[in-house]
């Protein structure tokens, strides 16, 4: 039975490390090129748009991997820089695709992102 339960733990968290560095080696250019083109699809961006957008991403991508690198991560660094993000991306977007880009992000926060839900504390 512990020799069972040892091996459940293992594997779980062997494949909790494994999806924690599947994507650590995305380059914050890749980053910032994926995001502008989702948004793309889902918002219709235009061509001055994604121009903007892309370099807004690429900023924050590059201010994320620096704190990850610099092992400095701090929660309210993170969030003060998603919500200087989405500030300036609803600037760039007509009052359309805000309201898009709103559901985009409640529906986001709502599933927790890619990661699935989040644990209730």
Do not use: H, W
Not at 1 to 24: G, P, W, Y
Not at 77 to 96: D, G, H, I, P, W
Not at 97 to 112: C, H, S, W
């Amino acid at each position: 039975m512990k020799k069972t339960m040892l091996a459940m733990l293992m594997a779980l968290f062997s494949i909790t490390a494994f999806a924690q560095r599947q994507d650590s080696d995305v380059t914050p250019e890749k980053r910032a090129e994926n995001q502008t083109k989702q948004m793309t699809e889902k918002l219709n961006l235009s061509e001055d748009q994604q121009k903007q957008i892309y370099n807004l991403s690429l900023a924050r991508a590059q201010k994320v991997k620096e704190l990850r690198e610099a092992q400095t991560i701090d929660r309210e660094q993170m969030r003060a820089s998603m919500e200087t993000f989405n500030n300036e991306v609803a600037k760039l977007l007509t009052v359309e695709q805000q309201e898009k880009y709103k559901t985009m992000l409640e529906d986001r926060r709502g599933n927790g992102g890619s990661r699935g839900p989040r644990r209730e504390n």
